[in-house]
């Protein structure tokens, strides 16, 4: 027997040890910021679960099972709960609730948390993954949270990530120092560390948009696309990969590299997707695993937010290819 082997297979890094680890750095931590954890985790197993059912009661017919068109209530119901009873948040934001939950002061910590429980559920039908997104904020006076207090930028956030449920379920994260990936490990039931420390590569070979968008974008994202297509440096053509799942997009392009781009058009000038919960969360873990987020004005995370639902353009993936799209948007701004 290989006894050198086997002791590394049951050495297992797994999310809750990975996060005491990181823990003991700060000497006057207590343990709040693992236990939220803990809970996010309860609840991104609780909705992989729902997923797989309702994907396989779709799959065979089978009656009794979760309505699919209810499991983006459902995942919300669950994290709310989750997050709720931690007894470490103040504040919650969901793209799922129109207002902001306030946590009963008898419930009440520290943290601020928004999320999407369920993006690109409109997918569950045909299978592709599909997953939960986070932000995790501190707020300033837990007895006293207000709305103001969710509308910070980006740079405030102390960690982000996301949750994919798709062949595997893959929950993605950073407490501000570098990217990690946890794969769950089904015979077990914990999330185990198996893409340590990412980092997107400086320069890519894909980029991913709706080109179904393409006669209303404007002039540096044509331009872009179609550098992209037909390169004048004598380079390859960069391949298109578009799910149409964020969550998927996105933890491509942070493996592969390349850029995701969901750009502001003339149906919708201030973009689609959401700030506090996909452009934030998205960008701050691009930016942790060496690459950018630009909305085509500024660096993303350096947005501030007047509503808490707001939306904005996004340009995000590996560093050089974002340096491109930021030079044309540049070079715009002034021939005006």
Request: contains cysteine.
């Amino acid at each position: 027997m290989d006894h050198a082997a086997d002791a590394h297979r049951t050495d297992l890094m797994t999310i809750t040890r990975h996060v005491l680890n990181e823990q003991t750095k700060y000497p006057e931590s207590r343990g709040d910021f693992t236990i939220l954890l803990n809970h996010i985790v309860l609840g991104c197993k609780f909705v992989c679960s729902s997923v797989s059912k309702a994907g396989l009661a779709k799959l065979f017919g089978l009656a009794g099972e979760t309505n699919i068109q209810e499991i983006g209530v459902l995942s919300n119901e669950v994290f709310v709960k989750a997050l709720i009873s931690s007894g470490r948040t103040c504040l919650l934001v969901s793209e799922e609730d129109e207002e902001a939950i306030f946590v009963d002061q008898s419930k009440r910590g520290k943290y601020i948390v928004v999320f999407d429980p369920l993006d690109g559920s409109s997918n569950i039908d045909c299978g592709v993954s599909i997953g939960t997104i986070f932000g995790i904020y501190m707020v300033k006076h837990k007895d006293n949270p207000t709305i103001d207090d969710v509308l910070q930028p980006g740079n405030n956030l102390i960690a982000a990530g996301y949750c994919m449920y798709g062949s595997s379920c893959t929950l993605v994260l950073s407490t501000g120092s570098g990217v990690n990936g946890f794969t769950l490990d089904p015979s077990l039931g914990e999330f185990i560390l198996t893409h340590p420390d990412i980092k997107i590569p400086k320069k890519g070979k894909i980029y991913s948009v709706n080109e179904g968008n393409a006669k209303n974008w404007d002039e540096p994202t044509r331009k872009f696309i179609e550098k992209c297509k037909f390169p004048t440096d004598g380079s390859p053509p960069k391949s298109l990969r578009y799910i149409g799942s964020m969550v998927a997009d996105v933890h491509r392009t942070l493996l592969y590299g390349g850029i995701f781009l969901y750009p502001a058009d003339k149906k919708s000038p201030n973009g689609k997707l959401r700030v506090l919960y996909e452009v934030f969360p998205m960008s701050y873990l691009m930016e942790q695993a060496g690459g950018q987020a630009f909305t085509g004005k500024q660096r993303a995370l350096d947005l501030v937010p007047g509503k808490i639902h707001e939306r904005s353009p996004v340009f995000l993936g590996s560093y050089d290819d974002v340096e491109e799209i930021k030079a044309l948007y540049a070079a715009a701004g002034a021939a005006k």
